[in-house]
């Protein structure tokens, strides 16, 4: 049986990025696989996030989780922190991990860029401290975006060199997953780019319906199609893909000819894109907002995840230390 794993930074709360990117395929798979998901605490601290607020992160994005579809019955769902034998095996794993290749990572350049008085070790490090996260459970698919895609090819690198080096067949090659087949981008409504919290351009999970309309009504698009069959610009595309995230495929091929024939109206295609996100995200909304009054549940649920990883952690460590000759007397 397979082996999966997923988690995200408490940064923030859900957007569509993170349900349609890895959410989504994750609670798809969970009752097929040996399934952890988890929330990366330990990852949002190179931000330098305020203490009183990142607890409070680490409930709602739980709360969201579970309201999306998680179930603690058959996947593990934890908190990293929780489990700080991931600590440990970072550190074994960092022995083997490059100062070259960490400083190449698409990933630290553009936070070395974007916040330059904190460029900390921490940040360098954070894709080997994810490959820990993957190899703790020795997970052999990956349910991510395609923001995620170096980092997974970084895990199997590190996987690889330790079996190599110790002549051992121990760490999986983690393959990033996707239920379809190419891993997604969720884009922004503001023309270009990907939707992400740092870029303030997130249709979220909380949103009320009137947020969601109006965001999507103040999407960017453009002059609009002159000739039949011109090629998409680069913001239209990007609420087509969307839409190919939300509505029915009969919908999407309806406004695609539309757009075809020179006949579509970008009004009356932002308004089904509006009310087809509001008709997946407003049950998950009602949902989490029991979900986080429930404190005991969510005790519950972090507690038995916290047990259920530990004890999965606990194997490979111990087979870890033995393979690197760290053994006790
Ligand atoms: P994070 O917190 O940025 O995002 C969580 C998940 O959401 C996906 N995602 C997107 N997918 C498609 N389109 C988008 N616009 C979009 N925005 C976000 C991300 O690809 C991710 O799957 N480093 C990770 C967290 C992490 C992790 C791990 C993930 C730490 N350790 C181990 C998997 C396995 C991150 O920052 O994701």
């Given at each position: 049986?397979?082996?999966?794993?997923?988690g995200?930074?408490p940064?923030g709360?859900?957007?569509?990025?993170?349900?349609?990117?890895a959410?989504k395929?994750?609670?798809?798979?969970?009752?097929?696989?040996?399934?952890?998901?988890?929330?990366?605490?330990?990852?949002a601290?190179?931000?330098?996030?305020?203490p009183?607020?990142?607890?409070?992160?680490?409930?709602?994005?739980?709360?969201?989780?579970?309201?999306?579809?998680?179930?603690?019955?058959?996947?593990?769902?934890?908190i990293?922190?929780?489990?700080p034998?991931?600590?440990?095996l970072?550190?074994?794993?960092?022995?083997?991990?490059?100062?070259?290749e960490?400083e190449?990572?698409?990933?630290?350049?553009?936070?070395?860029?974007?916040?330059p008085d904190?460029?900390?070790?921490?940040?360098?490090?954070?894709?080997?401290?994810?490959?820990?996260?993957i190899?703790?459970?020795?997970a052999?698919?990956?349910?991510?975006?395609?923001?995620?895609?170096?980092?997974l090819?970084i895990?199997?690198?590190l996987a690889?060199?330790?079996?190599?080096?110790y002549?051992?067949?121990?760490?999986?090659?983690?393959?990033?997953?996707?239920?379809?087949?190419?891993?997604?981008?969720?884009?922004?409504?503001?023309?270009?780019?990907?939707?992400?919290?740092?870029?303030?351009?997130?249709?979220y999970?909380?949103?009320?319906?009137?947020?969601?309309r109006?965001k999507?009504?103040?999407?960017v698009?453009?002059?609009?199609?002159?000739?039949?069959?011109?090629p998409?610009?680069e913001p239209?595309?990007n609420?087509?893909?969307i839409?190919e995230?939300?509505?029915?495929?009969?919908?999407v091929?309806?406004?695609?000819?539309?757009?075809?024939?020179c006949?579509?109206?970008?009004?009356?295609?932002?308004?089904?894109l509006?009310?087809?996100i509001?008709?997946?995200?407003?049950?998950?909304?009602?949902?989490?907002q029991?979900?986080?009054?429930d404190?005991?549940?969510?005790?519950?649920?972090v507690?038995?995840?916290?047990?259920?990883?530990?004890?999965?952690a606990?194997?490979t460590?111990?087979e870890?230390?033995?393979?690197m000759g760290?053994?006790?007397?």
């Amino acid at each position: 049986m397979d082996t999966v794993l997923s988690g995200i930074r408490p940064t923030g709360r859900l957007h569509l990025g993170n349900y349609f990117g890895a959410l989504k395929n994750f609670i798809r798979m969970q009752h097929d696989a040996r399934c952890f998901f988890f929330i990366a605490d330990y990852h949002a601290l190179t931000t330098h996030p305020d203490p009183t607020h990142l607890h409070d992160n680490i409930r709602a994005v739980l709360s969201e989780y579970l309201a999306a579809g998680l179930d603690p019955n058959v996947a593990t769902i934890y908190i990293q922190s929780d489990v700080p034998q991931v600590a440990e095996l970072s550190l074994l794993l960092s022995m083997h991990a490059y100062l070259g290749e960490l400083e190449r990572t698409a990933s630290f350049k553009e936070k070395a860029r974007k916040q330059p008085d904190n460029v900390n070790a921490g940040l360098l490090c954070y894709p080997v401290l994810m490959a820990a996260d993957i190899l703790l459970h020795r997970a052999d698919k990956v349910p991510v975006g395609k923001d995620q895609e170096q980092h997974l090819e970084i895990t199997r690198v590190l996987a690889r060199r330790f079996n190599t080096l110790y002549g051992v067949d121990f760490f999986p090659e983690s393959q990033p997953y996707n239920f379809g087949s190419e891993l997604v981008k969720i884009p922004g409504l503001d023309g270009s780019g990907k939707m992400g919290k740092s870029e303030g351009n997130c249709l979220y999970l909380a949103d009320t319906d009137e947020a969601i309309r109006k965001k999507v009504m103040k999407a960017v698009t453009d002059a609009g199609p002159t000739e039949p069959d011109s090629p998409l610009s680069e913001p239209v595309r990007n609420i087509f893909t969307i839409m190919e995230a939300v509505s029915d495929p009969a919908t999407v091929a309806y406004f695609r000819e539309q757009y075809a024939r020179c006949a579509i109206r970008y009004g009356d295609l932002k308004k089904q894109l509006a009310e087809d996100i509001i008709r997946h995200i407003a049950p998950i909304r009602e949902r989490m907002q029991a979900i986080a009054a429930d404190e005991n549940y969510l005790h519950q649920v972090v507690g038995d995840g916290a047990a259920a990883a530990r004890r999965s952690a606990d194997e490979t460590l111990r087979e870890v230390r033995a393979i690197m000759g760290i053994k006790p007397f």
